[in-house]
């Protein structure tokens, strides 16, 4: 199994509190992310050696979640700051040939017979600042974009497709409402405050705390107002590396 995370990585924690139940992956610039034990699977259920997987920095899985692997095409990527709940299932492909004979795959069984490669699903992606509820399915080659919440035991198709910052739940998941209105959600994938170190988000806590759906002007007043932070944060540290 090929796991990679950021640039920066200092490390696995021996002395997290959460190492009973979880791999602490730890940043030289702060924070830390939480892969559950026992999260690779394989199509027998032991522990997936084939396939890669990608977790940003201030990340976590919940206790009791997999990612199903049956090949080394299959990729898992899950960006920053995405929240996850308990329990759930990332079967990245398990797809069967439907367009021969039989849907068996009949090569294991022996005797000389052979089947065609069954298909196989894209990459699944997980971007920014995702919150996902409990016991949710995501089936192969689907992408949850920035921002979006995903509801309890939803189910999401193969090669779902969401809009950033939606809600999303059912079976199949459908889009409920977004979380904000339009120009605010354009602020938001504009400003992408998961680009920038956690200094920088602490140094701008306030704005944090502050509700987005309350006064739209005032929104995207803050909004504009934390854009001007960060890019001059980016000149300050451009002009330092130079």
């Known amino acids: 199994m090929n796991i990679e995370t950021e ?3 200092a490390g696995i924690s021996s002395d997290s509190p959460y190492c009973e139940e979880f791999v602490v992956m730890t940043y030289t610039s ?11 699977r ?3 259920d032991r522990e997936a050696q084939i396939g890669s997987f990608y977790i940003g920095r ?10 199903k692997y049956d090949s080394n095409q299959q990729s898992l990527r899950v960006g920053r700051f995405v929240s996850v709940g308990l329990r759930l299932r990332f079967l990245l492909n398990g797809q ?9 795959m ?3 069984y ?14 699944s992606i997980i971007r920014n600042d995702v919150w996902i509820g409990d016991e949710m399915m995501m089936l192969g080659g689907g992408i949850i974009e920035n921002g979006c919440i995903i509801g309890a035991r939803s189910l999401l198709p193969p090669n779902f497709r969401s809009e950033p910052y939606g809600i999303y739940a059912g079976n199949p998941a459908r889009l409920i409402r977004f979380r904000f209105p339009e120009r605010v959600r354009e602020a938001l994938l504009d400003l992408a405050w998961w680009e920038m170190p956690l200094s920088w988000i602490r140094d701008n806590n306030d704005a944090f705390l502050a509700d987005l759906t309350q006064d739209e002007g005032l929104s995207l007043e803050l909004l504009a107002v934390l854009k001007s932070r960060k890019m001059e944060a980016l000149a300050l540290a451009h002009h330092q590396s130079a």
Request: one cysteine or more.
């Open 30 to 40: 702060g924070g830390f992310s939480v892969i559950p034990s026992g999260f690779f």
């Open 110 to 123: 022996g005797m000389g017979i052979t089947n065609i490669s069954p298909p196989q699903y894209a990459d």
């Open 7 to 9: 640039t920066d990585f």
């Open 42 to 44: 394989d199509w027998f």
């Open 96 to 104: 069967h040939e439907s367009r021969t004979i039989s849907t068996s």
């Open 58 to 67: 201030c990340s976590g899985l919940g206790v009791g979640s997999i990612a």
């Open 106 to 108: 009949l090569s294991i």
